[in-house]
């Protein structure tokens, strides 16, 4: 049985997988990120940095909740963007919310990964069958059981 500072290890190496996946589509591919896909960004980082921090402090469980807080964050963030991709006429596009995520220290300071340039409804480019939002929501919702489960099992 793999052991719960591993689990928190694994969770937290796919998210920084995630986030280069991303970097890739946003670099490599000239996708921009809108504002949606750059709050799923923060939310996979905080996943990750929850999962860290529980593995390298030994205290699994906290890393777990506070890991398993930002995924159910995440698949909020990743239905909505799903709602915007269904209904066309609605969009995240250049609105308030934009203005204050690029304002934020780091997308200031990082703006290769954190500034929301695009529009939401760039993000149907399908990868492997799925969209952007809905490979998303799949990571999301796999990080999610898998802190949920170190959760509930037993020691």
């Not at 490599?28 to 593995?55: E, H, K, N, T």
């Not at 954190?114 to 990868?127: I, K, Q, S, V, Y």
Request: one cysteine or more.
């Amino acid at each position: 049985m793999m052991s719960s500072r591993n689990l928190l290890l694994s969770v937290a190496a796919a998210c920084f997988a995630v986030l280069g996946a991303a970097m890739y589509l946003q670099h490599g591919l000239d996708l921009l990120p809108c504002p949606l896909c750059v709050i799923q960004r923060y939310l996979f980082l905080a996943v990750a940095v929850a999962c860290l921090a529980g593995a390298a402090a030994g205290k699994p469980k906290l890393g777990a909740g506070l890991g398993l807080l930002a995924a159910l964050g995440g698949l909020g963030v990743a239905g909505k963007h799903l709602y915007v991709l269904a209904h066309p006429g609605l969009s995240c596009g250049i609105d308030p919310m934009e203005t204050m995520l690029n304002k934020i220290v780091t997308a200031e300071y990082l703006p290769f990964m954190f500034r929301a340039d695009g529009l939401c409804e760039d993000a149907t480019m399908p990868f492997f069958g799925l969209s952007i939002p809905q490979w998303s929501l799949v990571c999301f919702g796999l990080f999610a059981l898998a802190t949920l489960w170190l959760l509930a099992r037993r020691k």
